[in-house]
């Protein structure tokens, strides 16, 4: 049971754009900063977006973040096959001392 | 571009202890954090904690009783050592650096087996 929630699955056609939300709490969505990371199947994560909304250099301005209260969302827009990979969202926990992830969301382009 | 490496033994027996080493190398372990974190197979992530080049460490609740991370400066590497495994300790294993929050580089992951 991870601590923050995910859709298991989400799903789009190429040129699509497609939301995947993360639901947590005061403690730790509500207090501090979101990030999102992408792992390609049989691939280490990727940092995605850090600070709730701000892009890494060479992640393209497809995928955007946002955070309001306890929930945040990743969209990613002109969605493409090479997105199909699995988007985890993380934030640090003010209860636990860490940082916590969400279940994952494997994204299928179809 | 800083590039991370585990390395360590696959397989594991039950109640022994797994022991894994990061070897950083394009880059100096002297400032940033330094974490572990698995991934079961099939499953999501898990944060296993973090050690500062100082020494400072920070630990996950639910495995902070087995959990030792340590840093060696000299040789720029930093390791993990989780006691008393089970076979609920299968899994990839990442080490990677950021901050304290956030995870800006990833090594390529280990699979560490726990099996008799």
């Known amino acids: 049971q991870s601590v923050l929630t995910q859709p298991p699955s989400a799903s789009g056609t190429p040129g699509q754009r497609v939301t995947i939300s993360c639901s947590g709490s005061s403690s730790n969505i509500g207090s501090n900063y979101v990030y999102w990371y992408q792992q390609l199947p049989g691939t280490a994560p990727k940092l995605l977006i850090y600070?709730?909304?701000q892009r890494p250099s060479g992640v393209p301005d497809r995928f955007s973040g946002s955070k309001s209260g306890t929930s945040a969302s990743l969209a990613i827009s002109g969605l493409r096959s090479e997105d199909e990979a699995d988007y985890y969202c993380?934030?640090?926990?003010?209860?636990?001392?860490?940082?916590?992830f969400g279940g994952g969301t494997k994204l299928t382009v179809l | 571009q800083v590039q991370l490496q585990e390395s360590g033994p696959g397989l594991v027996k039950p109640s022994e202890t797994l022991s894994l080493t990061c070897t950083v190398s394009g880059g100096s372990i002297s400032s940033y954090y330094w974490s572990w974190i698995r991934q079961p197979p099939g499953k999501g992530l898990e944060w296993i904690g973090y050690?500062?080049?100082?020494?400072?460490?920070n630990y996950n609740p639910s495995l902070k009783s087995r959990v030792t991370i340590s840093v060696d400066t000299s040789k720029n590497q930093f390791s993990l050592k989780l006691s008393s495994v089970t076979a609920a300790d299968t899994a990839v294993y990442y080490c990677?650096?950021?901050?304290?929050?956030?995870?800006?580089?990833w090594g390529q992951g280990t699979l560490v087996t726990v099996s008799s």
């Open positions: 050690i500062y080049y100082s020494g400072s460490t």
């Open positions: 990677a650096r950021g901050d304290t929050a956030m995870v800006m580089n």
């Open positions: 993380a934030a640090w926990d003010d209860s636990l001392s860490g940082q916590v």
């Open positions: 600070r709730n909304n």
